[in-house]
């Protein structure tokens, strides 16, 4: 009866921490933008992608060839510093080398997931073109 009682204690015991190790990161921003990052800078491109908006996941091989992993794995070690939501969007901030990178986010069938895209159809908004004669 006590080694009944003893199997049955290890086995709660070891499916708790199996459970744990597999912890379900769509449900913070931060835990989403994290794992982004470890995976990116890991090389586990479509990883990446299956916690990406569907538009940044077309990006994210040009992203990989282009820029150093260097700089996703220096990202990924500072670790997350700030974590900021609104509704279905949030902002979560990394401690960079001495700066900060800021990681958008939105929620996609109720899960959060990287939104690099949105950002940088911010970023290349096109100027009016002046010209003078």
């Known amino acids: 009866m006590m080694a009944a009682k003893n199997t ?17 990161v769509s449900g913070t921003p931060t835990g989403v933008a994290e794992a982004f990052y470890e995976e990116m800078a890991a090389g586990n ?3 990446a992608k299956s916690l990406s908006t569907p538009e940044t996941a077309e990006m994210l091989d040009y992203i990989a ?5 260097e700089m996703f794995h220096m990202i ?32 996609v ?9 949105t950002m940088m159809k911010g970023y290349m908004k ?8």
């Open 126 to 133: 096109p100027e009016p073109v002046r010209v003078l004669l």
């Open 45 to 47: 491109i479509e990883a």
């Open 65 to 69: 060839a282009t820029h150093c992993t």
């Open 8 to 24: 049955f204690a290890w086995m709660v015991l070891t499916m708790g921490l199996l459970t744990s190790c597999g912890a379900d």
């Open 76 to 107: 990924a070690e500072g670790g997350a510093s700030d974590e900021r939501v609104n509704d279905d969007s949030a902002r979560v901030r990394f401690v960079e080398g001495g700066g900060f990178a800021t990681v958008p986010l939105v929620k």
């Open 109 to 117: 069938d109720g899960e959060w997931r990287v939104d690099f895209a």
